[in-house]
């Protein structure tokens, strides 16, 4: 009996053990599958590379439109799109070739159906598209806006019987419109279309008073205009010509390594070449016109403030007050026809002073937040310049920092506390004797504002010093308006600001730094937009703090014997 039990036993043992054995082997073959197809569809969008494999070449349609696809008179490439197509090319072994930049975006679509191009971006899904393309992973978020000129008050944000009876300027092939259309349907307005091929001759159009308002997607950099209205929101993405699966699944594979690699790289595009176009109106409205006319008609002119003792950021020369800082105020001041005169003031005991009894009515070179402006009941506006330092010490200096230069000033002990907490400290009257000081052997090193460091080494013939150009700290300066001052001004001043934001920091901080401006081009954003080009999202404006290490790299250009010079110091 027992031994039946034991057999029976064994019996269901052994069939279980089988049992257990089939599942483990069918489960190995499963995964083995699965691990041969996933290694099978990599090789369908990449090949095994080899010593032999080309290098691919695509023709990318890249039709003109601000901020997605733009070229300069030198014919430098950037934008949303052209940045898109350089970050595929990091994951991709390809070279682009472009290929309609005089022409619109209806066009870009023929050629692609055509076969004069390979590649199209920027593109909405559509059931009349998909049946022509082949559509990849999404490339960016987008969404429709009307515009208006942004001295347009009579049209008002979603208030759509302000928006009847408009003349609106359409790009032709552009989904928007279809979409247009249909918000004025669900809210009741009429309007004419004016249908335009080109994105430049419907802007132009608009600024010449021939269409009320435009039509286009959120890629277009809408300068100078104002949005009344967003609609249909929807992702957009690269298109092939249908059945181009080989050339898309090339593509896929690119994309989806940024989206492992990169971070969120559109959302840095878009903030790269777009920003909300309510934020960049450089026209005053009637109101700052009047608040400005108002303060021109007074008996005497605003009293401008600036420390004097910054150079090249800002000094007295001749009785006059100089500088980066002043340059930039000049310019907006007579942007927005403003009345002014600066208030001489030759050392920092007499500009502390006058900001101690508030005898100014702007001061240009604070360094303030917004709370302690509220608490002080000053107007501030946004940053629009971040200093940063730098520290300078002699040529032959190898050691440990025991000694340290500085001014007596505010921001000066937060730079050497940072980098030489133990030192002993030199005070100096001024930044440049705290340099002189370091040369003189008087203090192993100075830490100093970036450009004074830059100014200080390139004007020293000997080359005895040197200086490093330091992440941190840095010091973020504003224009604020005094308490018995209209806090307007700091409105006015930003939108002036606004309509110099490509150009004139820049240009001012070039031609403090010993640059040839005549030789560099013109003062216009187009005219010395060669010179400028190395200063890779810099933005110049009341209201974007500008990173002065953007000017790093240009360093050694400009008074060819004393730049050569200061690159041997440095390098």
């Not at 403090?512 to 110049?540: L, M, T, V």
Request: one cysteine or more; aromatic letters at 12%.
């Amino acid at each position: 009996m027992y031994s039946n039990r034991i057999q029976r036993s064994y019996r269901c043992c052994a069939v279980r053990t089988a049992s257990v054995k089939t599942v483990f082997y069918k489960a190995a073959v499963f995964l083995l599958a699965l691990v041969c197809i996933a290694g099978l569809y990599p090789l369908a969008a990449r090949a095994e590379y080899t010593a032999e494999t080309p290098r691919d070449t695509v023709r990318v349609g890249f039709f003109a439109m601000d901020g997605y696809h733009m070229m300069d008179e030198d014919g430098r490439k950037s934008g949303y799109g052209y940045d898109f197509l350089r970050l595929m090319a990091r994951y991709w072994d390809v070279e682009y070739e472009y290929i309609g930049y005089d022409k619109g975006w209806s066009d870009m679509q023929q050629m692609l159906e055509n076969g004069e191009i390979d590649i199209g971006t920027a593109t909405r899904k559509t059931p009349e598209r998909e049946e022509k393309f082949d559509f990849s992973r999404p490339i960016g978020n987008n969404e429709c806006m009307l515009t208006v000129r942004s001295d347009n008050t009579s049209v008002i944000e979603q208030v759509y019987t302000t928006y009847d009876g408009l003349r609106v300027g359409f790009l032709n092939g552009n989904m928007c419109n279809d979409d247009f259309d249909t918000l004025s349907k669900e809210k009741g307005f009429t309007y004419t279309p004016v249908y335009f091929d080109l994105v430049v001759d419907m802007e132009k159009a608009l600024r010449d008073g021939q269409v009320d308002a435009l039509v286009s997607n959120s890629m277009r950099d809408a300068r100078n205009e104002r949005v009344v209205e967003k609609f249909a929101p929807e992702p957009i993405y690269a298109i092939v010509k249908k059945g181009n699966t080989a050339l898309l699944a090339k593509i896929n594979a690119a994309i989806d390594e940024m989206n492992a690699a990169e971070g969120d790289w559109k959302t840095t595009l878009f903030n790269r070449y777009y920003t909300s176009v309510n934020d960049k109106n450089p026209e005053l409205t009637e109101d700052e016109k009047a608040l400005v006319r108002w303060y021109n008609a007074q008996s005497e002119p605003l009293r401008v403030l600036c420390d004097p003792t910054r150079e090249p950021y800002s000094f007295m020369e001749n009785g006059e007050i100089k500088g980066i800082l002043p340059d930039y105020f000049k310019e907006l001041a007579k942007y927005a026809g403003l009345s002014y005169q600066f208030i001489p003031c030759r050392t920092r005991e007499e500009y502390l002073a006058l900001q101690e009894d508030e005898s100014f009515d702007i001061a240009i070179d604070a360094r303030i937040d917004e709370g302690t402006a509220e608490s002080n009941h000053l107007g501030v506006t946004a940053p629009y310049i971040t200093v940063r330092s730098a520290k300078v010490v002699r040529r032959d200096f190898d050691g440990e920092i025991q000694t340290v230069a500085t001014a007596d000033q505010s921001s000066s002990g937060s730079m050497e506390d940072a980098y030489a907490p133990n030192a002993e400290k030199i005070l100096c009257a001024t930044w440049q004797d705290a340099i002189q000081a370091v040369k003189d052997g008087r203090a192993d090193a100075a830490f100093v504002y970036y450009y004074m460091a830059q100014e200080f080494v390139s004007d020293d013939t000997s080359g005895s010093l040197v200086y490093t150009l330091l992440n941190q700290p840095s010091f973020q300066y504003r224009i604020i308006i005094a308490p018995s001052i209209s806090h307007a001004l700091a409105g006015d001043l930003r939108n002036a600001g606004q309509n110099h934001r490509e150009y004139c920091l820049r240009l001012h901080i070039l031609q403090r730094i010993g640059y040839d401006a005549e030789n560099a081009g013109s003062a216009a954003p187009n005219g010395y937009a060669g010179y400028c080009r190395d200063f890779a999202d810099a933005a110049c404006s009341v209201g974007c703090a500008y990173p002065e290490s953007a000017c790093a790299e240009q360093k050694t250009a400009g008074r060819p014997g004393k730049r050569k010079a200061r690159q041997t110091a440095v390098g």
